[in-house]
């Protein structure tokens, strides 16, 4: 590592034409003409000006660059999620109380859990009397056409719902189907 440090934080060196390493004969085609030859395999040495007083700079520079990166991606990330994902925030109800509790049963497959919440919440907003008269009517339907979770497969493709770390009388419902 410190090599690598080094060699982009020293000045190159530099051998005056004609000298041993560097004379006529020696010189490979296609190398740069002029005043010095140049030993880095960088092509132009006046597009990088190292600070030769700090090696470590260099690298603290790297690092906040890949950082700042990293967070750009982040961000970036959180907003193409955020138009694909319905997001609800609900008042509590034993529904999305049962919801949130539902744990995966087969570690190999990740959308199980899922599709358990998506049937919990679903039966529980049909029974529950808070839910309007014409939303249980459809969620019942929706039940009764899907009695396995096999069926939601390519349909459901996320689904969560956890309380809120402020107000815990509110819960944050997100899904995605297709």
């Not at 190292?50 to 967070?71: C, D, G, I, M």
């Not at 509590?92 to 570690?107: F, H």
């Amino acid at each position: 590592m410190e090599a690598w440090v080094k060699q982009w934080t020293e000045p190159e060196q530099r051998l005056p034409k004609g000298s041993s390493s560097a004379s006529s004969g020696s010189r490979a085609k296609g190398s740069p003409r002029g005043r010095y030859q140049y030993q880095s395999f960088r092509s132009d040495p006046k597009r990088f000006k190292p600070n030769p007083t700090s090696r470590l700079q260099a690298v603290e520079n790297l690092s906040k660059s890949t950082a700042n990166l990293a967070k750009q991606t982040a961000r970036t990330v959180a907003t193409l999620v955020s138009f694909a994902i319905i997001t609800i925030f609900c008042p509590t109800l034993e529904a999305l109380n049962n919801a949130s509790r539902v744990v995966a049963q087969d570690p190999t497959d990740p959308l199980e859990v899922q599709y358990q919440r998506w049937g919990c919440l679903s039966k529980g907003l049909a029974e529950d009397p808070k839910t309007p008269s014409e939303f249980q009517q459809i969620l019942r339907a929706h039940v009764a056409a899907v009695p396995t979770p096999d069926k939601l497969k390519g349909k459901l493709l996320h689904c969560h719902v956890k309380q809120t770390f402020r107000d815990s009388e509110l819960y944050l419902v997100q899904f995605k189907v297709s």
